[in-house]
T-cell receptor, first 112, second 116 residues
């Protein structure tokens, strides 16, 4: 059974640029959630995708957007990067109706 | 809205000491509760969970009991090891604003350092 994978591991961007982060869900999981973890803080929910549609969203602006593909993998896109977007971005996969979310190793984004 | 409050660290213990990390929650109903652990430079790993009142979750010597009377889910371990050094997060399952889906709401995390 393959776990949740994310790419890239690290990324450095400058303010105003755009970034795409990728996530492959665990085998058999059809739901992907994205979280932002600022340094020293707990993860904050960005949004969730199920059946290729956004299925729930946290308190993040529209410049945070996503996609889910037929194979359940997912992308997180952030436009017009700001310094405060520097964080660890975590992807979690789960099966709808089941409690547990399984996390990937994360992508560390630094915005200069 | 639903929220989690956990004991802020850092917590420093000697090997074989007893560990307690306090976690309380505010929620509508009886959400599932979780403890996740994050080792340096890594993502989150599920440590244990409990889905209803009085359930006890356990894994790798760690335990936590779902107490609805005190809205708590404290993490305990009888004898910690150096390898337990990590950040521990308490979390609950909460509905999203759109309904039909659920998100995790996390506490701020407690950093544990175990010295030999």
């Amino acid at each position: 059974e393959t776990g949740v994978t994310q790419s890239p591991t690290h990324l450095i961007k400058t303010r105003g640029q755009q970034v795409t982060l990728r996530c492959s869900s665990q085998s058999g999981h059809n739901t992907v959630s994205w979280y932002q973890q600022a340094l020293g803080q707990g993860p904050q929910f960005i949004f969730q995708y199920y059946r290729e549609e956004e299925n729930g969203r946290g308190n993040f602006p529209p410049r945070f957007s996503g996609l889910q593909f037929p194979n359940y993998s997912s992308e997180l896109n952030v436009n017009a990067l700001e310094l405060d977007d520097s964080a660890l971005y975590l992807c979690a996969s789960s099966s709808r109706g089941y409690d547990t979310q399984y996390f990937g190793p994360g992508t560390r984004l630094t915005v200069l | 809205g639903n929220s989690v409050t956990q004991m802020e660290g850092p917590v420093t213990l000697s090997e074989e000491a007893f560990l307690t990390i306090n976690c309380t929650y505010t929620a509508t109903g009886y959400p599932s509760l979780f403890w996740y652990v994050q080792y340096p430079g890594e993502g989150l790993q599920l440590l244990l969970k409990a889905t209803k009142a009085d359930d006890k979750g356990s894994n790798k010597g760690f335990e936590a009991t779902y107490r609805k009377e005190t809205t708590s889910f404290h993490l305990e371990k009888g004898s910690v090891q150096v390898s337990d050094s990590a950040v521990y997060f308490c979390a609950l399952k909460s509905p999203t604003s759109q309904g039909g889906s659920e998100k995790l709401v996390f506490g701020k995390g407690t950093k544990l350092t175990v010295n030999p």
